[in-house]
């Protein structure tokens, strides 16, 4: 097979990382025409000509303890993946978050004269900070998407660029009332939006939860309407059968085929699995309400190695609660409705959230595309 101008070898794991993996691909695509893509991808990044050699939902596994379950055919997959990538040997290998399966690939790349990189830190001033070593062993360059990496990153002698978060650069500034206009909602209806998570883990562990909280709070607001975006027919199909185990058919909830952006902007409202939606939700300024529940195991795992106080994203990048966080044995029916209840009444709740929120925004936006391009230019010979 002829080799084409440029070959990068990408690797999304969930649909967050197919979202950043698309838009970095424009970023090189507005440099360079003739670009193979070719690895693990989603749809986002298959329909910008992206080839996916595995399901990339194989990937996504939530949790230590669910992941020794899918663990054989993950390992099976990054195998038979490297075997390929030492075969084209292409310019440049990006690993797009998913470090527990990208740095080991990246690090075995690198190791063969194969150039890496890495978007996405893991999130080592979260936890596993030893982790920061791993990225040295793994990549030639890390695109940083939070101003308060880079610091920890020429500390530890990494190159490394802050390009903003891509979401802050693509998301368009939040209209209420447009969104509602393209989703055919009444503008004066209150909505509120259920983000259970993309990963069919999540949702069986949190689509039961989020629906009994929808219960709850239409109890004590019959005039509530509720939206939740679902990127596939396996989770539409997933959680329909939820709402029937939970006796919810007559909930007044409208499924959605992706439109997660235009939901969380025509929304009052938000609740939401800690996670990458937090953030556009930031972003797009929708008051939420953040949870999320792992196996006890998984929770002892990951509260003994917690650097900071916070799981979600809003609250770690203003360094203070701006969000509720309510989690584990915390996270009830009960209490997720009084949070999402307090929010749709409480106005100066909202507009401080609203305004933490257009601050945070200001740090993240960037021209992340030009950036992008810039720090990856010299990997990319065949570009001219």
């Given at each position: 097979m002829s080799k084409t101008p440029l070959q990068i070898g990408i690797v999304a794991g969930e649909a967050s990382g197919d979202l950043l993996g698309s838009l970095l691909m424009q970023a090189l695509q507005s440099r360079c025409a003739e670009i193979d893509f070719f690895g693990i991808a989603g749809p986002k990044m298959q329909a910008l000509g992206a080839r996916s050699l595995f399901p990339m939902e194989a990937l996504s596994v939530r949790g230590y303890v669910e992941a020794l379950g899918s663990l054989s055919k993950i390992l099976a997959i990054r195998r038979a993946l490297k075997k390929n990538l030492l075969a084209a040997k292409p310019d440049l290998f990006i690993g797009v978050d998913a470090p527990d399966f990208n740095l080991s690939l990246e690090r075995k790349l690198k190791k063969a004269g194969i150039a890496t990189a890495h978007f996405v830190s893991p999130s080592v001033w979260a936890w596993r900070p030893k982790r920061i070593d791993k990225v040295r062993r793994a990549v030639s360059h890390a695109l940083l998407i939070f101003?308060?990496?880079?610091?920890?990153?020429?500390?530890?002698?990494?190159?490394?660029?802050?390009?903003?978060?891509?979401?802050?650069?693509?998301?368009?500034?939040?209209?209420?009332?447009?969104?509602?206009?393209?989703?055919?909602?009444?503008?004066?209806?209150?909505?509120?939006?259920?983000?259970?998570?993309?990963?069919?883990?999540?949702?069986?562990?949190?689509?039961?939860?989020?629906?009994?909280?929808?219960?709850?709070?239409?109890?004590?607001?019959?005039?509530?309407?509720?939206?939740?975006?679902?990127?596939?027919?396996?989770?539409?199909?997933?959680?329909?059968?939820?709402?029937?185990?939970?006796?919810?058919?007559?909930?007044?909830?409208?499924?959605?085929?992706?439109?997660?952006?235009?939901?969380?902007?025509?929304?009052?409202?938000?609740?939401?699995?800690?996670?990458?939606?937090?953030?556009?939700?930031?972003?797009?300024?929708?008051?939420?309400?953040?949870?999320?529940?792992?196996?006890?195991?998984?929770?002892?795992?990951?509260?003994?190695?917690?650097l900071q106080p916070w799981i979600g994203l809003p609250n770690i990048l203003a360094g203070k609660d701006i969000v509720p966080e309510i989690i584990q044995n915390r996270a009830t029916a009960d209490a997720l409705a009084q949070a999402l209840e307090h929010l749709l009444t409480d106005h100066e709740a909202r507009d401080h959230q609203i305004e933490a929120f257009r601050h945070q925004r200001a740090r993240l936006k960037r021209n992340t595309p030009a950036l992008i391009a810039q720090a990856l230019h010299p990997f990319l010979h065949a570009c001219t």
């Amino acid at each position: 097979m002829s080799k084409t101008p440029l070959q990068i070898g990408i690797v999304a794991g969930e649909a967050s990382g197919d979202l950043l993996g698309s838009l970095l691909m424009q970023a090189l695509q507005s440099r360079c025409a003739e670009i193979d893509f070719f690895g693990i991808a989603g749809p986002k990044m298959q329909a910008l000509g992206a080839r996916s050699l595995f399901p990339m939902e194989a990937l996504s596994v939530r949790g230590y303890v669910e992941a020794l379950g899918s663990l054989s055919k993950i390992l099976a997959i990054r195998r038979a993946l490297k075997k390929n990538l030492l075969a084209a040997k292409p310019d440049l290998f990006i690993g797009v978050d998913a470090p527990d399966f990208n740095l080991s690939l990246e690090r075995k790349l690198k190791k063969a004269g194969i150039a890496t990189a890495h978007f996405v830190s893991p999130s080592v001033w979260a936890w596993r900070p030893k982790r920061i070593d791993k990225v040295r062993r793994a990549v030639s360059h890390a695109l940083l998407i939070f101003p308060f990496e880079e610091e920890i990153y020429r500390t530890a002698g990494i190159p490394a660029t802050y390009v903003g978060h891509p979401l802050a650069h693509a998301l368009p500034d939040p209209n209420k009332k447009a969104a509602r206009e393209r989703l055919g909602l009444k503008a004066e209806s209150e909505y509120v939006v259920l983000m259970p998570g993309s990963r069919p883990g999540e949702l069986k562990a949190l689509a039961r939860l989020f629906i009994d909280a929808a219960k709850k709070l239409a109890a004590a607001r019959p005039h509530a309407r509720f939206l939740i975006p679902l990127v596939n027919r396996e989770t539409r199909q997933a959680f329909e059968q939820h709402l029937y185990e939970a006796d919810a058919l007559d909930l007044p909830i409208r499924i959605l085929y992706g439109h997660a952006h235009d939901a969380l902007q025509a929304a009052d409202a938000a609740l939401i699995a800690s996670g990458t939606a937090t953030l556009e939700a930031l972003l797009l300024e929708c008051p939420h309400v953040i949870t999320y529940k792992v196996p006890w195991l998984t929770w002892q795992i990951m509260r003994r190695q917690a650097l900071q106080p916070w799981i979600g994203l809003p609250n770690i990048l203003a360094g203070k609660d701006i969000v509720p966080e309510i989690i584990q044995n915390r996270a009830t029916a009960d209490a997720l409705a009084q949070a999402l209840e307090h929010l749709l009444t409480d106005h100066e709740a909202r507009d401080h959230q609203i305004e933490a929120f257009r601050h945070q925004r200001a740090r993240l936006k960037r021209n992340t595309p030009a950036l992008i391009a810039q720090a990856l230019h010299p990997f990319l010979h065949a570009c001219t």
